[in-house]
């Protein structure tokens, strides 16, 4: 009559009942109301963490571009300044060639007058010398004395 089957149904009836009293089942689906709770609220937090992620992503790549096109403008603005710089230069430079040259033209005239002035005092000196040996030798006394020196003084004036 009572068999096994009946005493293990009876025993389970027994043990769901004793789980019943102490309220097992409320606290099974408490626990795991609890643990769907801090999963939604991990998995909420990922998203907004995601978001902000997406939104940082977006503003920095936002950065990235004008620093990049800001950075190009200064090599525009740098190659720009190079160039002007140069042909500053080679204008300066241009400048100061041509200012050299007109230096060196104007002391050569200078040493070119001052040879010859040289030369015609040397000329000068030769020929007051000759003068004065040739009508030395022909004129003799007071009177070739003041032909010699009015000889020498017109000499003078008219080469130098």
């Avoid at 009876?10 to 769907?36: C, H, N, Y």
């Avoid at 995601?50 to 990235?64: G, I, M, N, S, T």
């Avoid at 230069?89 to 040493?111: F, L, N, T």
Wanted: aromatic share 4%; charged share 30%; glycine share 4%.
């Amino acid at each position: 009559m009572f068999d096994n089957t009946l005493w293990a149904f009876v025993g389970l009836i027994l043990f769901l009942l004793v789980l019943g009293w102490f309220k097992v089942p409320g606290m099974l689906t408490g626990a795991l109301d609890k643990r769907s709770t801090a999963i939604r609220d991990e998995l909420a937090e990922a998203k907004k963490l995601r978001e902000q992620a997406q939104a940082l992503l977006v503003e920095y790549q936002a950065k990235r571009v004008a620093a990049e096109r800001e950075a190009a403008e200064i090599v525009e603005e740098a190659k720009a300044e190079a160039k002007r710089l140069a042909a500053e230069a080679e204008a300066a430079i241009a400048e100061m060639i041509e200012r050299r040259k007109k230096a060196v033209e104007v002391k050569i005239a200078q040493a070119e007058q001052a040879a010859v002035a040289e030369v015609r005092a040397v000329a000068a000196d030769v020929a007051v010398k000759a003068a004065t040996r040739i009508l030395g030798d022909k004129v003799q006394g007071d009177v070739a004395a003041g032909l010699v020196g009015k000889s020498i003084e017109e000499v003078k004036a008219r080469l130098n």
